[in-house]
């Protein structure tokens, strides 16, 4: 695999060349970022790029050592990947007893620790002791969305990573060119990529089925728009069913609401929901630029209260009352 194949962080694939260049591996990593931004990916680039018996600045892809690698059958590359909620006691021993055994074929050995804050505390204590002082020829790679839910002593004594989001302009033009999207559909995926181009292909490609969730969300908001003061809260039904969704559901309801504004003000061009533009017009008619900039303001009070773990039922319950008191304002 080639560093081209991850979107946009330059800097980051610039650093790991140069380690590789000049010798000076670390024995800690970690490479923090949202879900989906490619830090699984860059790993694996980085990890074959080390073994690789070219040592260039980037993989060769043709000796022996990165012909495994790209089938994920390196003896000396190790990937922990749980699928369970947390990584136990029993399964940091298990890589520890991989750490002291000799690397097979290479002179080093590199273990890939996907959501690593996911251990335990007793796991990140046992897993804390091997970091101290690992063996010469052990490299570690942590993977984390936040380097703030891994014990500060295991942080401490790694290289941070942090990979940032991409551009929309930048999504878009990728859509286009790699995935035979048009500008309007282009459009519509990277307004709801978070800056994560793998979420706006897993959109594209129905794999996180949010069009369909948006429709629902939609429907929500055009009752909001209609209904009296004393019925918004028949909608708490909906939210608490779908709390685990909770985050998607505001920001497309922030996405929404902002796109009203931009119609309100003629900046349509930058209309994320280019194919619900009949509803975005219809919902400009009932309202106007500063109530959906307060509108938008309550929405995004609630996706940070909800984060810091308010109560539920309260975030939402207010969000509704605040909704229906700027739209009767």
């Known amino acids: 695999m080639q ?60 000796c022996p050592s990165c012909v495994k690698a790209n089938t994920g059958n390196h003896p000396d590359i190790h990937v922990v990947d749980m699928m369970e909620d ?24 590199i273990f890939i620790i996907n959501e690593s804050h996911k251990m335990t505390i007793q796991a990140a ?23 703030n839910l891994l014990l500060p002593t295991i942080a401490s004594r790694c290289q941070n990573f942090r990979f940032e989001e991409s551009s929309y302009d930048e999504i878009e033009k990728a859509l286009v060119r790699d995935y035979n999207a048009s500008e309007d559909e282009s459009r519509l995926l990277a307004g709801y990529s978070k800056g994560i181009l793998q979420r706006a292909i897993n959109i594209k490609n129905k794999t996180f089925d949010l069009l369909t969730l948006r429709d629902q969300v939609l429907a929500i908001i055009d009752e909001l728009m209609d209904v009296g003061r004393s019925t918004p809260f028949r909608f708490e039904k909906y939210f608490d069913q779908n709390k685990n969704q909770i985050e998607e559901i505001i920001e497309i309801m922030m996405i929404w609401f902002r796109d009203v504004l931009f119609y309100k003000i003629d900046l349509k061009e930058k209309i994320v929901n280019v194919d619900k533009l009949e509803w975005v ?30 109560n539920f039922k309260y975030a939402i319950d207010h969000l509704l009352f605040k909704i229906q008191e700027v739209k009767h304002g």
Not at 125 to 147: G, M, Q, R, S, Y
Not at 287 to 304: A, D
């Open 86 to 109: 947390s990584i136990k006691r029993q399964d940091i021993d298990g890589i520890l007893d991989k750490i002291y055994t000799k690397p097979y074929e290479s002179d080093r050995k």
């Open 3 to 62: 560093y081209s194949l991850i979107m946009g962080q330059e800097s980051i694939k610039n650093h790991l060349k140069q380690i590789v260049k000049t010798g000076q591996v670390s024995h800690g990593y970690i490479f923090e970022g949202p879900k989906g931004i490619g830090k699984f990916q860059m790993a694996r680039i980085f990890s074959q790029s080390i073994l690789c018996r070219v040592q260039g600045p980037e993989p060769c892809e043709t």
């Open 125 to 147: 204590n046992a897993f804390l002791k091997t970091l101290e002082e690992p063996p010469e020829d052990t490299i570690i790679i942590l993977i984390t969305t936040n380097v």
């Open 281 to 310: 017009v219809k919902h400009s008619k009932k309202t106007n630029s500063i109530k959906c900039s307060e509108i938008y303001g309550h929405l995004q009070m609630t996706y940070e209260d909800i984060n810091n773990n308010m």
